[in-house]
């Protein structure tokens, strides 16, 4: 289930997906997806499987139809290095770009260095740098180092909770809302996260994959 929340005087869902869905641009919005990673770690002689890519992807894309998403936004880390674009995560994104049927937006991250602009041209994607204004918004990679003016939505930070409950714990991704700011988790599976720390002013929303947990 999402969740209606208010950011800057708008309505917006949030998604189990880790995503954000804005109705009135009827855009989805997302963050870090770090594809190629895999294939980093392989080319390092790391025994990482392939499919990662693939199900974040078919997930994005699902995402994309089910909201009927007109247009989609990358809050930078779309690929994670340059070593990670080999022919056949070049070729899986742009069958995934095909498929989309939805302009893609990107606003660049410190691992989106490596790619080309020809690539992203060639790709049907508009990139540019920090920040995006679609007012109210401000959209980034790294958030803000103080409060900003304009409610921004950023990521970078691959933020993370850990519940626990007796002996047990677990560690989930999150939605980071602060100081006019909210951080998105990481959308990509194989990425690792930063566990947050938050005061009672902050609203934070633990994702399982298909429910929301305000904590």
């Known amino acids: 289930m999402s969740v209606s929340i208010n950011l800057g005087g708008e309505s917006v869902e949030l998604l189990p997906e880790k995503a954000i869905f804005w109705p009135a641009m009827e855009m989805l919005i997302v963050a870090d997806l770090h594809l190629g990673k ?25 995402c994309v139809k089910k909201r009927n998403a007109k247009r989609c936004l990358i809050l930078g880390d779309l690929v994670h290095s340059g070593d990670g674009l080999t022919p056949y995560v070049l070729d899986q994104i742009s069958k995934w770009v095909k498929r989309l049927h939805c302009p893609l937006y990107l606003t660049l991250g410190n691992h989106d260095k490596s790619l080309k602009a020809e690539k992203l041209a060639e790709w049907g994607i508009a990139a540019s740098g920090d920040p995006l204004v679609i007012p109210p918004f401000a959209f980034c990679h790294h958030p803000p180092d ?9 990521g970078h930070i691959h933020p993370q909770v850990v519940l626990k409950q007796g002996p047990d714990r677990v560690r989930l991704p999150c939605f980071h809302v602060k100081d006019q700011v909210v951080i998105l988790p990481a959308f990509g599976s194989f990425t690792g996260g930063h566990t947050i720390s938050w005061t009672s002013n902050d609203r934070v929303f633990a994702t399982t994959g298909t429910s929301l947990i305000e904590i």
Do not use: S, W
């Open 38 to 62: 895999a294939a980093t770690f392989r080319k390092l002689g790391v025994g990482i499987p392939e499919g990662n890519m693939e199900e974040d992807l078919n997930l994005l894309e699902i």
């Open 146 to 154: 103080e409060t900003p003016d304009r409610f921004t939505m950023a």
